[in-house]
């Protein structure tokens, strides 16, 4: 509970820290006149370091372990977020937005796969869905902060509080997050079995002697268990799946405030929408992980997908009517939250313990070519005379093709499932505390 407390605390800090562009937009763009374009390119600087961080940051924790990476992801997001308050031009702050992306990259691609770690099997989906709920909760706090700092302080001030609570999340990982049991069996770093047994003391559980026996693995175990054959593919329809799903996150989370404003209604309008829609997202996840100890993770992720693309359709068919399109808002941020959800759920299962951090984090590459490209591409339709409607709809059909996706995926047969070498381990542990 410990572990996946402060998993929560990280992904809610970075949830502020990630989406807070999008309520500082109108300042920023006010303070120096930039276009429809320029202030794409300001909400997708972001998504480029997110490609980078999960594609190469999130790695590292199968090769230096979980609680380093984190930590380097920590760091790099407090100077980050210092830097940005301190630039003074448009592309300074797109440059320390991609790095902030870099850092947030590797922490929410590799947080998953550490809750997934501590967690037991049969609570495993529910509690990954309690630790995503951190990233709309950060949405949400990060409306209510922009509706005060912005007002008052100016958007710098906002950003300044975010490498603030980044330097809380830096000490309680310092000085209180243990290293995964299954990275220590899997890599076997000197010292393992003592780190080993000071995880099981805290856990209430007998130490151990020994480790567990090796398990034969071919070399490049990495790269098959990734991308050769039916691995391969299911590395595919999972990237493909995120890919959509990340590309309507970031268009809606990224534009609603401002499409809003530029269809009449004010800047508090706006930002209502904003937090209505990760209000939505954190309300969804919390329920997924409910919804999850009774039903398949995958079923709950394919019906997301439809209801997302549902969703989405009647925002564009609304849009317009306030009281309506911030009642949708609330409807589009819970269901594509769902469905980011149930992907980081079903993520991990796709993979083993000794490349499953790498897996996720290539899978979530790919999706964050979607968060680049999706604002990017809203903000040049708008210049060319594109609504919100339309675009609103644009992104519907693409959630119906990402919930085919997760029809075709294929999990791991349950005797390929991750090792769970944690879960040995501590069968190992109680066993003997049994026999004692």
């Known amino acids: 509970m410990l572990v996946i407390s402060i998993c929560l605390l990280i992904v809610l800090i970075e949830g502020y820290d990630l989406l807070l562009m999008a309520f500082s937009a109108s300042s920023v ?3 120096w006149s930039l276009n429809g374009a320029q202030i794409g390119i300001l909400l997708s600087s972001v998504g480029v370091g997110l490609v980078l961080g999960s594609a190469f940051l999130a790695p590292l924790a199968d090769r230096i372990g979980r609680r380093p990476m984190t930590l380097i992801g920590l760091g790099i997001i407090i100077a980050s977020m210092a830097i940005s308050a301190a630039t003074i031009s448009m592309p300074q702050l797109a440059v320390a937005r991609f790095v902030t992306g870099i850092g947030v990259g590797g922490l929410v691609a590799g947080l998953p796969v550490v809750i997934s770690e501590f967690s037991s099997r049969r609570r495993r989906a529910t509690m990954i869905a309690i630790g995503t709920a951190g990233l709309p909760i950060g949405g949400v706090v990060g409306g209510f902060v922009a509706a005060i700092v912005l007002s008052t302080l100016g958007w710098r001030a906002s950003f300044l509080v975010g490498a603030a609570l980044t330097i809380v999340a830096f000490v309680l990982v310092l000085f209180a997050l243990p290293e995964s049991i299954d990275f220590l069996v899997s890599k076997r770093p000197k010292n393992a079995v003592e780190t080993i047994n000071r995880t099981l003391k805290r856990m209430n559980l007998a130490p151990i002697t020994e480790l567990p026996a090796v398990r034969e693995r071919p070399k490049n175990a990495i790269r098959t268990a990734i991308f050769t054959g039916r691995n391969g593919v299911r590395s595919a329809l999972l990237g ?12 809606a989370n990224g534009w609603t405030p401002r499409l809003l404003e530029q269809a009449g209604g004010s800047a508090a309008q706006g930002i209502s ?3 209505l829609l990760n209000l939505g997202g954190a309300a969804a996840a919390l329920l997924f992980g409910v919804f999850a100890i009774f039903i398949k993770n995958r079923l709950l992720t394919i019906i997301s997908f439809a209801g997302a693309a549902a969703a989405f359709l009647t925002m564009g068919l609304a849009f317009g009517s306030f009281a309506l399109t911030l009642t949708l808002a609330l409807a589009v941020g819970a269901l594509i939250q769902a469905c980011a959800t149930g992907l980081f759920t079903l993520a991990p299962e796709c993979y083993p313990a000794e490349a499953r951090t790498t897996g996720v984090g290539w899978a979530v590459s790919l999706g964050r070519i979607g968060a680049i490209i999706s604002p990017i591409l809203a903000g040049v339709l708008i ?21 085919i996706a997760i029809v075709a995926l294929r999990l791991r047969p349950r005797e390929e499932a991750p090792a769970d070498a944690g879960a040995a381990v501590s069968a190992e542990a109680t066993s003997s505390a049994v026999r004692a």
């Open 383 to 403: 210049d060319r005379g594109w609504t919100a409607p339309s675009l609103y709809m644009l992104f519907a059909l693409p959630l119906v093709l990402g919930g």
């Open 240 to 251: 493909f799946a995120f890919f959509v799903m990340m590309a309507a996150f970031y268009f």
């Open 29 to 31: 763009a006010a303070e």
């Open 273 to 275: 929408a904003g937090i």
